[in-house]
């Protein structure tokens, strides 16, 4: 879960016309803070408020084990056809606005782009929050974690993705959070797993997830340093939280030809690309300067 990436401070709230990029940015006042867990649930009945609903878009839900299964086909339906939403700074012209603008800053892969575009990111942060939502910043999700930047999810998972026309197979993703990466990542993979760490925020991907309804995600409260060794190899592996170095239980679970992004460092911060090469051989590309809470080792709460 990233902090900014190199973006300048901003004052909340924001216009549709900043959210754009079409206006200089204002002073305004500073957003609220957060004293509950956000759901979709929540923010849907929220929205509803102001707006009819149309049907759910699937019939599945998050899990918590390995033992739950796993729909072999990846889901082939955009997310963002939840409902509609009558405010102007969740629209999908915002949303596609959003996108719009990851292209612009290099993101190149379509399918990942189209990922983007399909997952309401406005279901994953506090209603007082939803008006931020796609902006390019983190935003607070509780227990001093944050949901990623946009284009620092969307860079991660196109560098995962490299030379990858279709589905990957199996991904591994360190640090849940509030659940939207791994939203991304159902678009993107037949099957997909996601460890938090953290308990409350682990239930509150779930009923985040559980909104939305999308089949092929498993959820798993755990140790993110020890990975998922019970459903490895994976593909690729995307780690949401920075340590000094990746760990060994992480590498060893790679597939050969599998590639893991993860950031690395303390004060100072980078990406870094791992391709397993083969059994005992691994490549390693340092990308850009990042900024992510810090890894940690054990489970909370």
Request: some cysteine; hydrophobic content about 40%.
């Amino acid at each position: 879960m990233s902090k900014d990436h190199d973006v300048p401070k901003k004052r909340f709230p924001l216009t549709l016309d900043q959210l754009t990029g079409r206006s200089e940015r204002k002073r305004a006042s500073a957003a609220p803070r957060l004293n509950s867990l956000q759901t979709a649930t929540r923010n849907a009945a929220w929205h509803a408020s102001e707006t009819s609903s149309t049907p759910p878009i699937a019939s599945a839900s998050a899990a918590t084990g390995p033992s739950a299964p796993v729909s072999p086909k990846p889901v082939s339906r955009p997310v963002a056809e939840t409902r509609a939403v009558n405010s102007p700074l969740v629209s999908d012209a915002v949303r596609r606005a959003m996108v719009q603008r990851l292209s612009q800053q290099g993101i190149a892969d379509p399918k990942v782009l189209a990922a983007m575009e399909a997952v309401p990111r406005h279901l994953f942060v506090e209603p007082g929050l939803a008006s931020q939502a796609y902006i390019d910043a983190s935003l607070p999700i509780g227990y001093h974690q944050t949901i990623s930047q946009p284009y620092i999810v969307a860079r991660m998972i196109e560098v995962m993705r490299d030379g990858i026309d279709g589905q990957m197979s199996r991904v591994l993703e360190i640090g849940t959070g509030c659940g939207y990466q791994a939203a991304v990542l159902s678009q993107l993979a037949d099957q997909v797993y996601s460890i938090e760490r953290i308990r409350p925020l682990h239930e509150q991907a779930r009923n985040n997830l559980r909104a939305l309804l999308i089949p092929n995600l498993r959820l798993h409260y755990g140790d993110g340093m020890l990975g998922f060794p019970q459903i490895a190899p994976f593909d690729g592996i995307i780690l949401a939280a920075a340590g000094l170095e990746v760990p060994q239980a992480l590498l060893d679970q790679m597939a050969v030809g599998g590639r893991l992004v993860a950031p690395v460092g303390a004060k100072n911060q980078v990406l870094r690309l791992i391709r397993r090469l083969k059994r005992n051989e691994w490549t390693t590309e340092t990308l850009e300067r990042c900024h992510f809470v810090p890894l940690r080792p054990g489970t909370f709460g």
